[in-house]
């Protein structure tokens, strides 16, 4: 907000580099397959069946990339809930990386509809409604998008400031004042929204009961996944304040993301403890003998490998924070995958691979979400600092 005293400011600089047209080349591709799928229909792309109606497309672009676009959830918690307002730099670009990851999880929930032409009526027809995880899902994440917009707008709103339109600047400063004087309410649903949503991700996988591997099904699942989002968050914020500070020539925020590496350190462990205490509890750590076993113990690990890193001495290290943050990454998306395709068992007649087309569109939305993250921070005040003479990225 603008009453805060770092300034904003665009990246500037040439927008179509070598890196942004490999990226659009990318997502190009991936969209050309995905309108093949609205054409031919979505068996003409995946592999995908009754038995796994969910494939990469939900585990991957849904499950994790909406947790990736949890790092504005979890930063808004330290820096409005907690007041820690010394990670306030990091708001932003935080906010900008969630309304990337949520808009196109819902591309990927669209591309991943059979009657996606009718997705249109889950907000329209209320009689409806009933009490399903996926349509609180579905509602939330809508809601979310319109949210993160609005907590947006004052970077639109200061680049309209800089414009030469008279117009243009009477609007901006209006808009200014309406997000200072209505910031929290604003905050309280950017806060609300994803409380409930994550954790219905975690309860959606508590319908299938049985077929769902014991050492991933437990009552538990909702707030695994909701403090899980808050995990990938922060690691997402340190990973996104460090490639951007160097991508775009930036102030390094290496002491903020040491004192932030801590926190999500010790959110990982307790998160770890209470994983791991569960399964003792339920009587089902035989199970780790198993082939499930490998897999509960890689999201384990990895996740104990980076929060041993973050809360050592070495988190105040630049490199070490980003590979930390990895490992973070990677164990608490670990989890989700495991828990949406790998301890799914719908019966021995029915296997999942994701085929080809499948990851084409998953990768061209990850290559589009990073060109839209460039062409944004060029363009519009999101990162804070100086701004450097030109950009390479």
């Known amino acids: 907000m603008s009453h805060h005293a770092e300034v904003h400011t665009p990246v500037g600089g040439r927008l179509l580099t070598r890196p942004f047209v490999a990226l659009l080349a990318v997502a190009g591709l991936g969209a050309m397959v995905a309108l093949y799928r609205v054409l031919f229909g979505i068996g003409a792309v995946s592999n995908l069946s009754n038995g796994y109606p969910w494939g990469v497309w939900i585990a991957i672009d849904v499950v994790i990339g909406t947790a990736i676009g949890c ?7 330290l ?6 307002g010394q990670y306030h730099p990091l708001v932003r670009p935080a906010v900008l990386t969630s309304l990337l990851g949520y808009g196109l999880a819902v591309v990927a929930v669209m591309i991943d509809l059979g009657r996606y032409w009718s997705l249109w009526k889950v907000p329209i027809y209320v009689w409806r409604w009933s009490h399903s995880p996926q349509l609180e899902v579905a509602l939330c994440v809508a809601a979310y998008c319109l949210v993160l917009l609005v907590e ?10 800089t414009g030469a339109s008279e117009k243009a600047q009477r609007l901006a400063r ?9 910031f929290v309410w604003v905050l309280a649903l950017g806060l609300l929204l994803p ?19 014991p050492l991933w099904f437990t009552p538990w699942l909702p707030l695994l996944f909701l403090v899980n989002c808050i995990i990938i968050g922060f690691a997402i914020v340190t990973l996104e304040a460090t490639f951007s500070a160097v991508a775009f020539g930036r ?8 004192s932030l590496a801590r926190v999500a350190g010790w959110v990982a462990v307790g998160w770890l403890v209470f994983r791991v205490a569960e399964v ?13 076993g490998v897999a509960f113990l890689a999201e384990v690990l990895t996740l104990l490998a980076g929060a041993v890193i973050l809360l050592s001495a070495r988190r105040h290290q630049a490199t070490w924070q980003v590979r930390g943050a990895v490992l973070l990454l990677l164990g608490g998306s670990l989890h989700r995958i495991n828990t949406y395709l790998v301890a799914f068992r719908p019966g021995a007649h029915f296997s999942y691979f994701p085929a080809l087309p499948e990851l084409l569109i998953t990768i061209g939305i990850m290559a589009a979400e990073v060109a839209i993250y460039i062409a ?12 450097p003479a030109a950009s390479q990225a």
């Open 376 to 387: 944004v921070v060029k363009t519009f005040p999101i990162l804070a600092g100086r701004a």
């Open 79 to 84: 820096v409005y809930i907690l007041n820690r």
């Open 174 to 182: 209006s808009g200014l004042r309406f997000m200072e004087r209505n």
């Open 152 to 161: 947006l707008s004052p970077a639109l709103f200061e680049k309209l400031l």
């Open 195 to 213: 409380t409930m949503h994550q954790s219905s991700l975690g309860t959606m996988m508590l319908l299938p009961g049985p077929k769902v591997h």
């Open 280 to 292: 003792t509890l339920a009587g089902e750590l035989g199970l780790l003998a198993s082939g499930y």
């Open 251 to 258: 102030k390094r925020e290496t002491a903020m993301l040491a």
């Open 71 to 77: 790092g504005g959830y979890a930063v808004g918690l």
